[in-house]
């Protein structure tokens, strides 16, 4: 009887497998795009950024997909403009996380949360928020980071939220709305309101 030879079984380690981005970093150009070579993480976002627009442009109205496609090439062109910024990686992720939260509400990706009405008092009588006009809030928690759309009878705001110490807060281009202790503030420029959840 022949001898039963015995191999004793190595674990294999396999080195995990680079994440590139959409586009050729051979052709890469400028501080961002090479960043986004360089990271990881940015590289997913820019694999995660691809995939919700090609889901938004699946979705949305014919009528609109010029308008987007456009849109997109004009955002590509902001994020690169993130070299400008003190902190380039920052500015670049927000770009790419603003962008795809974006994305995916319009084009109607995510569940939509019961809306919260609320009742604001404007500090100063030019501000944007007319307190005769009811504002509505949506939070969108599923996103990353969480979300809000802020609506009026006129105008409507994006905005992604932070933890603060006491609460949160979100923040769009000119807009905060910030939460503590059941008490809402939103700002939009230099203007000020305060809010309170309609029951």
Partial sequence: M????SVSAEPVTTAPATITPTFDCQKAEGEVENLICQQADLAALDQQMATVY?????????DDLATQKAMQRGWIKGRNECWKANDVKACTESAYKTRIVELQVM???LEVPNAVNLRCVKTDPTTLLDSSQPV???????TDPASLVLTTVDSQWLLLGSRTGSGIRYAGQNIMYEEHQGKVTISVFDEVMRCQVMQ
């Fill in 2 to 5: 022949g001898k039963v030879s």
């Fill in 136 to 142: 509505t809030a949506i939070f969108y928690n599923q």
């Fill in 107 to 109: 084009s109607g990706q």
């Fill in 54 to 62: 090609a889901e938004a442009m699946k979705r949305l109205p014919k």
